[in-house]
């Protein structure tokens, strides 16, 4: 059955459900969950292009965000999902009690817009720990393995509570970003191993559609937010040019995000006055001549 569940392990606990589940590959698919319980949902394998979703009805393909390898899903709330299809992979599942879960976290009926956003790509450094350890204690039959994941099951909750009080605590401005949308572009943009995201990526990141990221980030820091791309991209250029003199221009120009040499040297002297070599040629001694 293309895109079938199977059950590996499931372990019924105090306040608690976590199960390990396997899907079969899949072809491209759209589809509509609603859970009975609160749940948390980790993807421990990535790599293939990532589902897109939207809690609620969708308005328009801008309602849907992509999904980040850890998802909170509240109870009944319909989330649907769009999917290229996969060629198989594993996650883990944990369906927390429902009032002790809206008791900590603050997340029931009638949730804000801005807090359902959030739950498509959790970050948090505590909850990805938890959810790591998580899925290697569901991976092999260990002494004591039901009391450890009681416990990080209880310790992913008491994270969860503290992710959702910062999202609050750090809502946006009147027609602004909030700070953890501001940290998850920052991040982005200063990811040296990747090339530098579009526009799409970074709404995506956010929740938002591409017209209200272009609005936001207007109202909360000036400007576009693709300046902030193209600064730090040509910072990263300059960087590179400075201290990795063994790099040809062309691999540079491909780094940055450019089509070809000739694109990067027009920019790049468009920006700057100089040409990247002369620029390198200036630099060659660490001091600008």
Known sequence: MDGHYRSVV??????????R???????????????????IV??????????????????????FSRFGSAIVVPAHVPLHVRSHGFSGREMIVVRFDADRFATLTGLSDGLEDALLASCVDVRAAGIAATLDRLSIEMARPSIARETIVAGLGM????????HFDEVRQSGAPRGGLAD????RIEARVEDDGRLPPDLGELADLCGI???????????????????RVEQFTFDRARRMLEERQDLPVKTIAGA???????????AFRRRFGVSPMTWRQRHRSGRPH
Do not use: N
């Open 10 to 19: 499931e372990m019924a606990l105090p306040e608690l459900r976590v199960e």
């Open 21 to 39: 589940l396997v899907q079969d590959r899949s072809g491209p698919f759209e589809r509509c969950h609603e859970l009975d319980e609160p749940s």
């Open 42 to 63: 980790y993807m421990t394998r990535t790599g293939e292009e990532a589902a897109i979703g939207c809690f609620g009805e969708p308005s328009s393909h801008r309602s």
């Open 155 to 162: 310790v992913l909750l008491g994270e969860l509570a503290r």
């Open 180 to 183: 953890w949308q501001l940290r």
């Open 209 to 227: 559609s591409r017209r209200h990221l272009m609005r936001a980030w207007k109202a909360t820091m000036g400007g576009t937010v693709m300046d």
């Open 256 to 266: 940055c995000g450019f089509a070809g040499q000739a694109a990067f040297s027009t």
